[in-house]
């Protein structure tokens, strides 16, 4: 009789489509994280929405102290976003910001700063008002030139803005959660900006996920973009 794969077996076989060392990392992360719990029910939805994911992604972010950041509160050219999509966010992270941002709805958002701004964004301060809650996109993403970001977001290429190598890691724990997962639970992302202005617009949750909730080939995508972007570092 053939033995039904536990949640480790299929992590360990599963593939996430970037780059090997970067789903070796993921894949420690992971696997540890689920080995933590113990209760097996909790550990496949942590993997399905991401919470595994994200705190893996964080853990690496934790130990990093880059040197020499422009990053400042009220420069706010990073969350000016390209694009209607804004960045690649998991099922916890939409929860939570939706959550963050549901109380302001109906107040000025980003937009009234600039139309490809985060609604996230206070549009008179520039500041994230939803900053405890933000996605691991935003909390890797740094600058050592300001002036470049205002660039960037001006849609000309610059040296300073990037994106830390914890980011690249969530991504491949996503990537590995949903190949682990396959047949048996749902791991979808979601689109940031479609996200954050449906909560400020007063969406409900449930329909604002159903908004922005990415078909599969965007993980897969944003996988290959992390990967040539890691090629070229």
């Not at 960045?87 to 910001?97: D, F, H, Q, R, S």
């Not at 914890?166 to 689109?191: C, D, E, F, M, N």
């Not at 449906?198 to 973009?225: C, F, I, M, N, Y």
Request: charged residues 20%.
């Amino acid at each position: 009789m053939s033995k039904t794969p536990t949640l480790s077996d299929r992590l360990s076989k599963a593939r996430s489509g970037s780059a090997p060392d970067v789903t070796e990392r993921a894949r420690r992360g992971v696997m540890a994280y689920v080995g933590a719990q113990t209760d097996v029910g909790r550990a496949t939805r942590d993997l399905a929405d991401g919470t595994a994911a994200t705190g893996v992604g964080r853990v690496a972010l934790s130990g990093l102290s880059p040197q020499g950041l422009a990053c400042a509160d009220g420069c706010a050219f990073c969350c000016i976003l390209s694009g209607s999509d804004g960045g690649t966010i998991t099922e916890a992270e939409a929860v939570a910001l939706h959550t963050a941002l549901a109380p302001l709805a109906g107040q000025p958002d980003g937009r009234a700063w600039h139309p490809k701004a985060c609604p996230s964004l206070d549009p008179e301060t520039r500041s994230c008002r939803a900053y405890d809650a933000r996605p691991m996109i935003c909390r890797a993403y740094v600058s050592t030139d300001a002036e470049a970001c205002k660039a960037v977001s001006e849609g000309r290429a610059a040296s300073g803005p990037g994106t830390l190598g914890p980011y690249h890691t969530y991504l491949a724990a996503i990537g590995l959660s949903r190949a682990a997962l396959k047949g048996v639970k749902r791991v979808a992302t979601y689109a940031l900006s479609k996200v954050a202005a449906g909560a400020v617009q007063g969406a409900s949750l449930e329909d604002t996920l159903a908004a922005a909730r990415h078909a599969p080939s965007e993980l897969e995508a944003e996988l290959k973009r992390s990967k040539r972007d890691l090629s070229r570092a």
